[in-house]
C-alpha cells in the first residue's frame, strides 16, 4: 500500500496544489520555466544531425545519434573529461502509431571531454582556443554520430542521479559491450518495418545531464527532441536519417502533439526529487467504444514511477489492456518483468514490484517513458490519475487529463441525470413504435410491455 494520497481522495478533494502543471504548449525550462538565458550555466540540446547505423544482430538494429550542445548561460560550462564536471548524454528512440506515442530504444550515456567553441546555435563568446574544457556563453559543441556510439565511450544510467545532475565518473562494475548492440540504442527491426507500422512516424530524443545546470537551476530544458525518417532496409537494418527542426528543450512526448489534437500532457514536479509527464490521448473505435492511452516520461526523477491508477465509473466495460515498455538491456541491472494489470476498486492499476522487495525492479526511470492502454465501452472525460513514487513508496496525483466518463443510462430519456416520471412520459409516447425507436431498449422492434419493465428496474 503506497503511502499518499488515494485515487479517491484525489477525486474528491482535487490535487491542484500537489502538483506542478505545465500546459502542453509550454517549453520546459529552468528558473521560471522559460528555455534558457538564465543566470549561470544552462546546456540544452540544440540539434541532431545525424544518425549512425551500426548492424543488426538477432532482429535488433544498433543506432546513435549526433548531438549538438549549447550553452545558453551566461557562464562557462564545465566540460571536464576527468571528473563528472561535464555532460552525460543519453539517447531515445520512439515511434507514433495508432493513437499513441511509444519508445522503441535507448542507449547507454556518452560522456563529454571538450568542448569546440562554435556559433551553430547562437553567438559564441568562446571560453578558449581549439577544444577547452569548457563551453563559453552561447557556444555550440558538436558530437557526432560516430563518436556517440563509440561502446567504450558509453557509460550507464544506473549510475547517474537525474535529480542532482551527479553521476559516477568514471563508470565503474561495467559488464563488456556485446559486439554491435551493446549499450548503444537497440530498436527491433520490426518496430521500424513500414509494411508493419504503415503511416507511423518516428523521433529520437537526447538530453545533457550536468551538475553545474542543476545547480542553476536550469535542468529543465536540457532535453529536445527531432523527427526521424526511415529509409531503406540492408543487412545492416533500416537507415534513419533526421529531418525537420530540433525541438529545443522539449522532450520527445511532446511529439505526440504533433500528431493529435487532443492529447494532454502533464507535468508533475515530484517535491525534493524531480519532473515527470504524464500524457492522455483517447481514439474513438467508431463502435461505440474508446481506446485509452497514457504514457509517463521521467525526465529528472530518481524516486520513478512504478505504477498509475486511472478512475473507472461503475459500469464501464475495460477490454485489451497493454503495457508497454522498452526493454533493459547491455547489462542494466533493472528487471524487465512486465507490470500487472489488475481492476479494483474503481480504477484500473498497471503496477510494478515495489522498491522494498526488489531496488532493481522495474520502473520508469530517467529518461525513459512506458505506455498504458485500453479498450473502454465509455467517453472520455477531464478527469485524473494516481502516479506510484518507487523508491519513496508513496503517490502523487495528476490532473487535466482523459478518464472514462460515467456511461450513458439509455432509460435517462431526458438526460437529467436520473430515471423518474419524465422519462416514462417520454417512454410511452414510442408505445407501439418499430425499429429504430429509442425506447426499444430489447432491441425487439417494438415498444412493448417488455421494454417498459426494464424501464421500470432503472428508476431512480
Not at 121 to 144: E, F, I, R, V
Not at 450 to 459: S, T
Request: proline letters at 6%; a negative charge; glycine letters at 14%.
Amino acid at each position: 500500500m503506497k503511502i499518499g494520497i488515494s485515487l479517491a481522495a484525489l477525486l474528491l478533494g482535487g490535487s491542484a496544489t500537489l502538483l506542478g502543471q505545465m500546459s502542453a504548449e509550454a517549453v520546459p525550462g529552468g528558473k521560471g520555466g522559460s528555455a534558457g538565458g538564465e543566470i549561470g550555466a544552462d546546456v540544452a540540446v540544440c540539434n541532431m544531425p545525424a544518425i549512425s547505423r551500426w548492424g543488426t544482430v538477432g532482429g535488433v538494429t544498433a543506432y546513435s545519434v549526433g548531438t549538438t550542445s549549447v550553452n545558453l548561460g551566461d557562464v562557462n560550462l564545465e566540460w571536464y573529461a576527468n571528473s563528472n564536471r561535464h555532460p552525460r548524454m543519453p539517447m531515445n528512440m520512439f515511434r507514433w502509431a495508432d493513437c499513441r506515442l511509444e519508445q522503441i530504444g535507448y542507449s547507454w550515456c556518452k560522456d563529454g571531454f571538450c568542448a569546440l567553441q562554435l556559433n551553430e546555435c547562437g553567438a559564441c563568446q568562446p571560453a578558449g582556443g581549439g577544444c577547452p574544457q569548457l563551453l563559453g556563453p552561447g557556444c555550440s559543441d558538436p558530437y557526432s554520430s560516430s563518436l556517440n556510439g563509440s561502446q567504450g565511450g558509453l557509460a550507464p544510467r544506473w549510475q547517474c542521479d537525474p535529480s542532482t545532475g551527479e553521476f559516477q565518473y568514471p563508470p565503474t562494475g561495467l559488464p563488456s559491450a556485446a559486439p554491435t548492440v551493446g549499450r548503444r540504442i537497440q530498436v527491433l527491426q520490426a518496430d521500424l518495418s513500414p509494411q508493419q507500422n504503415p503511416g507511423a512516424k518516428y523521433y529520437v530524443d537526447s538530453m545533457y545531464l550536468h551538475p553545474q545546470d542543476y545547480e542553476s537551476n536550469n535542468q529543465l530544458n536540457n532535453s529536445s527532441y527531432k523527427r526521424m525518417v526511415v529509409g531503406s532496409l540492408s543487412g545492416s537494418g533500416y537507415s534513419l536519417t533526421p529531418t525537420g527542426s530540433t525541438f529545443l528543450g522539449k522532450p520527445a512526448i511532446f511529439a505526440w502533439e504533433d500528431n493529435s489534437d487532443t492529447v494532454a500532457i502533464k507535468a508533475v514536479d515530484i517535491p525534493n526529487d524531480g519532473r515527470v509527464f504524464v500524457a492522455s490521448d483517447v481514439c474513438d473505435n467508431g463502435d461505440g467504444t474508446y481506446r485509452y492511452n497514457y504514457a509517463v516520461y521521467n525526465l529528472t526523477s530518481k524516486d520513478a514511477i512504478n505504477g498509475i491508477s486511472i478512475p473507472l465509473p461503475a459500469g464501464v466495460e475495460i477490454t485489451d489492456a497493454e503495457f508497454k515498455f522498452p526493454a533493459h538491456h547491455s547489462g542494466d541491472p533493472y528487471s524487465n518483468d512486465a507490470w500487472v494489470i489488475s481492476e479494483d476498486g474503481g480504477s484500473l492499476t498497471f503496477a510494478g514490484a515495489e522498491f522494498s522487495q526488489n531496488p532493481d525492479a522495474n520502473a520508469v526511470r530517467w529518461a525513459m517513458m512506458y505506455n498504458f492502454s485500453f479498450t473502454a465501452d465509455a467517453e472520455p472525460a477531464d478527469g485524473a490519475v494516481v502516479l506510484d513514487r518507487f523508491e519513496s513508496n508513496s503517490t502523487i496525483g495528476a490532473s487535466g487529463l482523459a478518464v472514462p466518463g460515467g456511461p450513458s443510462n439509455p432509460y435517462d430519456l431526458n438526460g437529467d441525470g436520473i430515471v423518474n416520471g419524465s422519462d416514462v412520459g417520454i417512454f410511452f409516447t414510442q408505445w407501439g413504435a418499430g425499429c429504430g425507436s429509442f425506447a426499444d431498449f430489447n432491441g425487439d422492434c417494438i415498444v412493448n410491455s417488455a421494454d417498459a419493465g426494464m424501464m421500470f428496474a432503472a428508476w431512480g
